[in-house]
């Protein structure tokens, strides 16, 4: 175990800042592979905080989150004890009408609802069953030298700093990662960032009189209306968390009880009985709407001292339910490079930033496109008919076909591939609508010619 060092195996002394669920599973690869670990959180213990705290209270965990969750032994108690299967798009029409749009129906994978809290409370509880894993909550990253492997914490509750060395430095600290700050300072550090002009505000669905839940549980519950949508996820105790995404300027507007139930009887009318009016108005004027950011950097380390991963790295809009996953992924393909470099820092931090950025590129422009698939496509006769041609060619020939979605979400086929097979199947459909055209162009040429002029 560990890395080869003048001939002697040596356990690494790592320090990972962000106790989130990035962190949290990333201190679980190192701490299996022996290495000492110390995991610094600025908030408190979250299996100690009721509720959960700020970003979403569930997301849908699919196939590459729970790849990374089996290494550490974890996917099974997920999916079995915990998740809520969700098998497609619940579709709510204006009428409230609704209709099904099932995510795979060849195979009848699902992803599943989890709550952040649950799982991330789960992942810091496993860590206690390593000795060689040590938990810091209240402590916040507000100094470092990467190059020399030193950070600085400040205690939340005493103001003491804390001054601790290690031998790598991961920084899982979130979109607003202090350890990517420092690393924007080394030369030819790339960065971008966006914030799109929708935010998001989250509601609550509670379960109905009998303690059961008030919509068919197995579905993303999807109320598209073009320019903005609400969505619903199950949670374990028959509620759902509804999140409302829409531009700031559409929440900004609706600044009264009055307008706030105008616009749900407009756009939402099948929602209010669910959410019950003075529920609405209560949770709607609780909050106010929070940014959605998307981030691109690269690198991500610091020669062979520091490494961002998670949001830190590639924070991206929720639209295509990636950004815990693409998180866990980087943890699982970071212990690949652990085992395939014999824990040599330098090859493992080197070849992690120069491969895996085209991944997750290509996921936050996936996830970007998706939000207009979710608020307006998925509604448009042209997106049912590719769905179904998708799903016939797939049903057909499951290796060759692989839809979008599909391969984003039931596979771990890099991200960047996902777009070159998508891109490879529109050229395909494009030229078969060619060809056809041309056959049924030249038939129809041909009974005109016979009947009309052959005839004469
Ligand atoms: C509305 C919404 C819905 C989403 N839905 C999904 C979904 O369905 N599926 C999915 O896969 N993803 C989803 N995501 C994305 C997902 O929430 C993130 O990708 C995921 O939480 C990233 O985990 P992380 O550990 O990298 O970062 P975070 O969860 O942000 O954790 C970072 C941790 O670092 C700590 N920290 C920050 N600064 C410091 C510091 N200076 N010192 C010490 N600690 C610090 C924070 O307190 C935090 O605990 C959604 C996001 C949003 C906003």
């Known amino acids: 175990m560990a890395n080869l060092e003048n001939g002697t195996f040596k356990k690494l002394d790592v320090v990972v800042v962000g106790g989130g669920l990035v962190g ?36 849908a965990l699919s196939i590459r989150g729970r790849t990374a969750l089996r290494e550490v032994g974890l996917e099974d108690h997920m999916i079995n004890n915990h998740g809520i299967p969700m098998k497609g798009r619940n579709i709510h029409r204006i009428d409230g009408s609704t209709y099904i749009i099932p995510y795979d129906s060849r195979t009848k994978q699902c992803i599943y609802s989890v709550g952040r809290n649950y799982l991330n409370g789960l992942l810091l509880q496993e860590s206690e069953k390593y000795e060689n894993v040590e938990r810091f909550f209240n402590h916040k990253l507000i100094a470092s030298n990467l190059r020399k492997g030193f950070l600085s914490f400040q205690k939340t509750d005493t103001k003491e700093i804390v001054e601790v060395n290690a031998d790598l430095i991961i920084g899982a600290d979130g979109a607003f990662s202090a350890v ?56 374990q105790d028959c509620s759902w968390t509804v999140t409302l995404f829409m531009p700031f300027t559409h929440f900004k507007s609706l600044d009264s009880e009055d307008k706030l139930l105008k616009f749900f009887e407009k756009y939402f009318p099948d929602s209010i009985p ?42 991206v809009v929720p639209f295509y339910g990636q950004g815990m996953n693409a998180g866990f992924e980087d943890c699982t ?92 199947q529109d050229k395909v459909l494009n030229r078969s609508l060619l060809f056809l055209g041309t056959v049924t162009s030249a038939v129809g040429a041909f009974y005109v010619y016979k009947k009309f002029v052959g005839l004469s």
Request: contains cysteine; aromatic residues 12%.
């Open 24 to 59: 949290s599973l990333e201190a679980l690869f190192l701490a299996k592979r022996g290495h000492r670990v110390r995991l610094y959180e600025y908030r408190e213990d979250i299996r100690n905080t009721p509720q959960a705290r700020g970003r979403s209270i569930n997301l």
């Open 180 to 235: 990517r700050k420092e690393i924007m300072k080394q030369p030819l550090f790339d960065y971008n960032q966006k914030y799109i002009e929708h935010g998001y505000l989250e509601l609550c669905i509670p379960p109905d009189s009998n303690g059961g839940f008030q919509m068919p549980p197995n579905y993303l519950h999807i109320w598209p209306r073009g320019e903005f949508m609400m969505i619903a996820l199950p949670n």
């Open 274 to 315: 669910l959410i019950g009016k003075q529920k609405l108005i209560a949770d709607y004027f609780a909050g106010s709407a929070s940014p959605l950011i998307a981030i691109k950097c690269r690198p991500y380390n610091v020669e062979d001292k520091a490494l961002i991963i998670g949001d830190a790295a590639h924070a």
């Open 333 to 424: 393909i970071l212990n690949q490079l652990f085992q395939k470099h014999h824990d040599d820092l330098a090859k493992i931090l080197k070849e992690f930033s120069d491969t895996r950025w085209e991944d997750t590129f290509a996921i936050s422009d996936l996830a970007m496109y998706n939000y207009i698939e979710m608020r307006d496509l998925v509604t448009r006769p042209s997106y049912l008919l590719r769905k179904a041609i998708d799903d016939v060619i797939f049903w057909l020939m499951p290796k060759v076909w692989i839809p979008l979605y599909n391969s984003v979400t039931f596979s771990t086929i890099p991200y960047t591939q996902c777009i070159k097979n998508r891109q490879w």
